[in-house]
């Protein structure tokens, strides 16, 4: 189907279902597809959207699989049921294949496994498990039942500062990058940040002399996309563009990361690009389309990628025009399909540390 129909089409259900219809988008999604979505924002202010929607009654959320989920969690949690009379708010994501690759390096039974593993090193009720919103529910559920919590990367900081004052020690995953930048940033050293690797049989590959001394345990994971941009990137930019600003996304490697001049969220990058006087030069570390569009939105300033290779995140990338005009028009039909619901259980205790980080201000 070209895409004038595909868009007539999707146009016509959003104008049916109106208010009871919420399209959620986040900053990586392409034009094509932001351009149906009522609000788009970074992963924090997505899951403050889907905690706050009070006439939807079904969020197509644009984004990747642990964002639908989250959304399920807060549209459903027992006060906004309660006020709607028992009924759920239903939550769909376009294409079931939408997941986020760092997301699946931390699996449940491995992250349990590795906290019975440390339990025999270190005392375990001092140790305060964070989980970057970027994994799955029933890691988020971990953290509620042990007394931890989930971070963005808008909120890093600050929920550091929250389970320092709780505990001795804190567990991060899946993203070691974004545990370990800001770690740093708060004056714990990389000596005090053992790497946890799920796949090594003794202490995630680590001497017990490591994981006494640590701060924080660091889950080898990593995300395929920010990994791409390198320290040499950032000196090419340097000497071909004197003045030139780098802006990165805290999920790139430390190297790249001590070298920015700013690292933030997405929503962080978009307000910093917004903020600054026109002919200010940028070299822009976060995924492909988001600094495309920064780039057509900003003809005043003058934009760049920060690597030669293309870094697109590509499970984002399968939400497109067909995904969801075939997802929106089964929803009017009356035959839902991709519709994401989080088990009971799962929900109540991943809603435990997502509200802790919701609080954190
Ligand atoms: P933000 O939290 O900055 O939106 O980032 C989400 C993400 O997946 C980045 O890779
Ligand atoms: Fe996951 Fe990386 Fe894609 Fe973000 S950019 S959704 S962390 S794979």
């Given at each position: 189907?070209?895409?004038?129909?595909?868009?007539?089409?999707?146009?016509?259900?959003?104008?049916?279902?109106?208010?009871?219809?919420?399209?959620?988008?986040?900053?990586?999604?392409?034009?094509?597809?932001?351009?149906?979505?009522?609000?788009?924002?970074?992963?924090?202010?997505?899951?403050?959207?889907?905690?706050?929607?009070?006439?939807?009654?079904?969020?197509?959320?644009?984004?990747v699989h642990?964002?639908?989920?989250?959304?399920?969690?807060?549209?459903?949690?027992?006060?906004?049921?309660?006020?709607?009379?028992?009924?759920?708010?239903?939550?769909?994501l376009p294409d079931m294949a939408a997941g986020?690759?760092?997301?699946?390096?931390?699996?449940?039974?491995?992250?349990?496994?590795?906290?019975?593993?440390?339990?025999?090193?270190?005392?375990?009720?001092?140790?305060?498990?964070?989980?970057?919103?970027?994994?799955?529910?029933?890691?988020?559920?971990?953290?509620?039942?042990?007394?931890?919590?989930?971070?963005?990367?808008?909120?890093?900081?600050?929920?550091?500062?929250?389970?320092?004052?709780?505990?001795?020690?804190?567990?991060?995953?899946?993203?070691?990058?974004?545990?370990?930048?800001?770690?740093?940033?708060?004056?714990?050293?990389?000596?005090?940040?053992?790497?946890?690797?799920?796949?090594?049989?003794?202490?995630?590959?680590?001497?017990?002399?490591?994981?006494?001394?640590?701060?924080?345990?660091?889950?080898?994971?990593?995300?395929?996309?920010?990994?791409?941009?390198?320290?040499?990137?950032?000196?090419?930019?340097?000497?071909?563009?004197?003045?030139?600003?780098?802006?990165?996304?805290?999920?790139?490697?430390?190297?790249?990361?001590?070298?920015?001049?700013?690292?933030?969220?997405?929503?962080?990058?978009?307000?910093?690009?917004?903020?600054?006087?026109?002919?200010?030069?940028?070299?822009?570390?976060?995924?492909?389309?988001?600094?495309?569009?920064?780039?057509?939105?900003?003809?005043?300033?003058?934009?760049?990628?920060?690597?030669?290779?293309?870094?697109?995140?590509a499970t984002?990338y399968r939400i497109?025009?067909?995904h969801?005009?075939?997802?929106?028009?089964?929803?009017?039909?009356?035959?839902?399909?991709n519709?994401?619901?989080?088990?009971?259980?799962?929900?109540?205790?991943?809603?435990?540390?997502?509200?802790?980080?919701?609080?954190?201000?």
């Amino acid at each position: 189907m070209e895409s004038d129909e595909l868009i007539r089409r999707i146009t016509a259900v959003r104008e049916e279902l109106g208010d009871t219809l919420l399209i959620l988008g986040h900053h990586y999604q392409q034009d094509q597809v932001v351009e149906h979505t009522d609000l788009r924002g970074d992963s924090y202010q997505l899951s403050q959207m889907a905690a706050s929607s009070d006439t939807c009654r079904t969020i197509v959320f644009c984004g990747v699989h642990f964002m639908a989920e989250t959304a399920d969690i807060l549209a459903n949690r027992p006060e906004k049921l309660e006020s709607r009379n028992g009924e759920r708010v239903r939550v769909i994501l376009p294409d079931m294949a939408a997941g986020c690759s760092m997301a699946d390096m931390a699996a449940i039974d491995q992250v349990e496994a590795a906290w019975e593993d440390m339990s025999d090193v270190i005392d375990t009720d001092r140790v305060i498990p964070v989980t970057y919103i970027n994994s799955a529910a029933s890691l988020k559920a971990f953290c509620g039942k042990h007394g931890g919590i989930v971070c963005t990367s808008s909120n890093a900081r600050a929920v550091l500062e929250w389970a320092f004052d709780r505990g001795d020690r804190v567990f991060f995953f899946p993203d070691q990058h974004l545990g370990r930048n800001t770690a740093l940033g708060m004056g714990i050293t990389e000596q005090q940040m053992p790497v946890w690797d799920p796949y090594q049989l003794e202490l995630g590959g680590n001497d017990e002399r490591a994981i006494e001394d640590s701060r924080v345990i660091l889950w080898k994971g990593h995300c395929s996309v920010h990994q791409m941009f390198r320290p040499e990137h950032v000196a090419q930019f340097r000497q071909r563009y004197p003045g030139i600003k780098i802006l990165v996304h805290p999920e790139c490697p430390r190297e790249v990361n001590d070298l920015a001049d700013v690292s933030g969220s997405t929503g962080l990058i978009i307000r910093t690009v917004k903020e600054s006087p026109a002919g200010t030069k940028w070299a822009i570390g976060t995924e492909l389309h988001l600094v495309n569009r920064l780039k057509a939105e900003h003809p005043e300033q003058e934009i760049h990628f920060l690597s030669p290779v293309i870094c697109m995140c590509a499970t984002m990338y399968r939400i497109d025009l067909p995904h969801l005009c075939w997802s929106l028009e089964n929803l009017r039909e009356g035959t839902p399909v991709n519709t994401i619901e989080v088990s009971e259980e799962v929900a109540k205790w991943s809603l435990v540390a997502l509200e802790r980080m919701l609080a954190v201000k």
